[in-house]
């Protein structure tokens, strides 16, 4: 999950990391134990804002919002755009339409991204497993 970073109060638009899978070089193991590669989180990024643009609040319940911003970011891109950052991942803006999610947002309940999906697990060669699935 990553931190809302900031809230836009007319907008009711929230942005903020809703997945960073490396963090200075070093990959970034999730609270499920996978790690995804950039290259995994750009294609389910653009997959997403293909078919889904749905936000949830913590992948339940009914659509609350909508993902209106999509920004995959990784070492490759960053380098051609001129951009310095020390994470690669997925950044996000979510438009907050449900009057009770806004609350939680604003009262700091809500707090951070999460994302969800399905992925193949694959073996490494020191023997751990990874996956695309966050």
Do not use: C
């Amino acid at each position: 999950s990553g931190t809302i970073l900031k809230a836009d109060d007319d907008e009711r638009i929230v942005w903020g990391w809703a997945s960073v899978v490396t963090e200075k070089g070093v990959p970034v193991v999730d609270k499920q134990g996978d790690v995804i590669s950039p290259e995994e989180i750009s294609k389910a990024a653009t997959e997403f804002m293909l078919d889904v643009r749905v936000a949830k609040a913590m992948h339940e319940g009914e659509q609350v919002g909508h993902v209106v911003h999509s920004f995959p970011l990784t070492n490759e891109l960053a380098k051609a755009l001129g951009i310095q950052s020390e994470r690669e991942g997925w950044i996000i803006a979510q438009k907050i339409t449900d009057d009770e999610t806004w609350a939680r947002v604003k009262s700091g309940e809500l707090s951070a991204f999460s994302i969800g999906g399905n992925a193949i697990t694959e073996a490494y060669e020191d023997g751990t497993e990874g996956s695309g699935d966050a």
